[in-house]
């Protein structure tokens, strides 16, 4: 060896330890890289079967995905808020303060997604409103909110197109009997507000609360004028109310909002319900190919047919997972991670989902009539929501323009104004 080399090897070699020691510690990062992320779910109480669609939709993908998203191991850390938006504040602090998740997803009412919103800008974490359908987290003041972004719909947003389809069957007059809380009235006043620009008349808004078992006080005051019934029913009031309304002898037809009919009711209903009406964002009877894939598997690994609330959490993995494609594995930062999501446009088993400017997706609305029928190969008759109209790539805002919709104040119990009743 000559003196010359002898000085060159000595200089190149801590260099190149270096370049190898960074390598491997690169290596090791990416290896050891965690995505945490909080799950707010009713794991008890009335809505438990809620909580448990939510969390096997997005544990589905999560196994689709070997528990990784771009090389990050995912840890999903469940917590249970009982459908009490008081306890998941207290949840959503628990997983930011104590496990240090990156984000926040879930919840189920809307009233839980306004409480949970105020927790995501104060603590500067990402909040994933999978469920919460909470209108004015996405519409008014998006600076309120700079960590959320909207990976379910807005309550009124598929009932907007309800109240345009009840028009078009010819219905003049029509009754609404909805739980009395935020998601009831966004939705009865989404299509109140479309059904009445087209001409028709709302009559009448009967508000039983949350979690009623018994409507007899409430069926026999429905006005005899009106073409048909609009039900917007959470939880168990999905099985109970439409029961109830035709052992009443009540024959005229029944709309509901999209909860009304889900598949995790459903199952539990009986023909009584076939000829029913919804609108949603998702139908488990959609025959596309990556649905009937997804209704398929999903079945097979739970022993049921997946709810709304079941896809729109797988739906909500995926697009995490898109995310973190985009940034190999790493959580850059609460603001990267918003904006990046937001630019998505991803073909998920309810179909194509987007994003509109105020973080809401961008996303077809399904009228879905109960049927009784064999489907996907299944060997027995069963009730489906059979899609029978598609409004494709339908805005929170409708066919109306922001600005004009803005302009309006937030649908609440008292507007639109009963003008009719």
Request: charged share 20%; hydrophobic share 40%; proline share 6%.
């Amino acid at each position: 060896m000559t003196v010359k080399f002898a000085k060159l090897l000595y200089v190149l070699l801590p260099t190149t330890a270096l370049v190898l020691g960074a390598a491997w510690s690169s290596g090791v990062q990416a290896q050891d890289r965690e995505l945490r992320i909080g799950f707010i779910a009713p794991m008890t109480g009335p809505f438990a079967q809620v909580g448990k669609d939510m969390v096997d939709g997005f544990n589905m993908y999560l196994e689709e995905a070997k528990g990784e998203f771009a090389g990050a191991k995912v840890k999903l850390i469940v917590e249970d808020d009982q459908a009490k938006p008081d306890t998941g504040v207290t949840k959503a602090k628990k997983l930011i303060l104590q496990d240090k998740v990156h984000m926040l997803v879930g919840g189920v009412l809307a009233s839980t997604g306004y409480a949970l919103a105020p927790v995501s800008t104060s603590d500067k974490t990402v909040y994933l409103p999978s469920v919460p359908a909470s209108d004015d987290l996405t519409q008014r003041d998006l600076s309120k909110f700079p960590y959320l972004i909207r990976t379910g719909w807005t309550s009124s947003q598929p009932h907007h197109a309800l109240g345009q389809w009840a028009c078009d069957q010819g219905f003049k007059k029509v009754a609404a009997v909805a739980a009395d809380y935020a998601f009831g009235y966004e939705v009865v006043g989404g299509f109140q507000k479309v059904f009445e620009d087209c001409g028709g008349q709302v009559v009448q808004k009967i508000w039983p609360p949350l979690n009623t078992k018994d409507f007899g006080p409430y069926i026999p005051t429905l006005k005899s004028d009106a073409d048909a019934v609009l039900s917007l029913m959470v939880g168990p009031m999905a099985l109970q109310f439409p029961k109830q309304l035709r052992q009443a002898g009540f024959k005229k037809p029944i709309i509901g909002g999209g909860t009304s009919y889900d598949e995790f009711a459903l199952p539990f209903m009986d023909d009584g319900v076939i000829g029913d009406v919804s609108a949603l964002q998702y139908s488990a009877a959609l025959e596309t190919p990556r649905n009937t894939a997804f209704v398929k598997k999903y079945r097979t690994a739970y022993g049921k047919v997946p709810s709304y609330y079941s896809e729109t959490n797988y739906t909500t993995a995926l697009l995490i997972d898109e995310v973190m494609k985009q940034t190999k594995g790493a959580f850059t930062s609460p603001e990267d991670f918003v904006k990046r999501m937001s630019a998505l446009k991803v073909e998920a088993p309810r179909g194509p989902v987007s994003f509109d400017d105020m973080r809401n997706p961008v996303q077809n609305i399904y009228i879905k009539k109960v049927e009784k029928k064999k489907l996907f190969g299944y060997d027995k008759d069963e009730l489906w929501n059979t899609v029978i109209k598609t409004y494709p790539n339908v805005s929170q805002f409708w066919t109306y323009s922001k600005e004009t919709f803005l302009k309006q104040p937030a649908y609440s119990r008292d507007f639109p104004a009963c003008k009719f009743c």
